[in-house]
Nanobody, 120 residues
Framework: VQLQASGGGLVQAGGSLRLSCAAP????????MGWFRQAPGKERELCSA????????RYTDSVKGRFTISRDNAKNTVYLQMNSLKPEDTAVYYC??????????????WGQGTQLTVSS
């Protein structure tokens, strides 16, 4: 499943941004979904996850209280609302189906990511 993330950009520290993720022509409403990010020189990490129906969400400690993941299965879209952004949030953000309860993507296939740059 190739997913396209969008909505990234350049924002000042303390600002907000909302990322979107869609898979044109495909549905992922049956999958738990995750937002992953990869900063320069670092491993890709899972920062947030949501169950297939949106009933449960999880966040890595560094984004708790600042990021909110949501999904609209009717629109086949997953969102990541990011508030109080910090320079350390700078990364390329990807979304992907994942194995719920793990930090592992379900498929070894990463679609187009979106770059977020937070300036201090």
């Amino acid at each position: 499943v190739q997913l396209q993330a969008s909505g990234g950009g350049l924002v000042q520290a303390g600002g907000s941004l909302r990322l979107s993720c869609a898979a044109p022509g495909r549905t992922f409403s049956n999958y738990a979904m995750g937002w992953f990010r990869q900063a320069p020189g670092k491993e890709r990490e899972l920062c947030s996850a949501i169950t297939w129906n949106g009933g449960n969400t999880r966040y890595t400690d560094s984004v708790k209280g600042r990021f909110t993941i949501s999904r609209d299965n009717a629109k086949n879209t997953v969102y990541l609302q990011m508030n109080s952004l910090k320079p350390e949030d700078t990364a390329v953000y990807y979304c992907a189906p994942l194995v719920w309860g793990t930090k592992r993507a379900l498929f070894d296939s990463w679609g187009q990511g979106t770059q977020l740059t937070v300036s201090s």
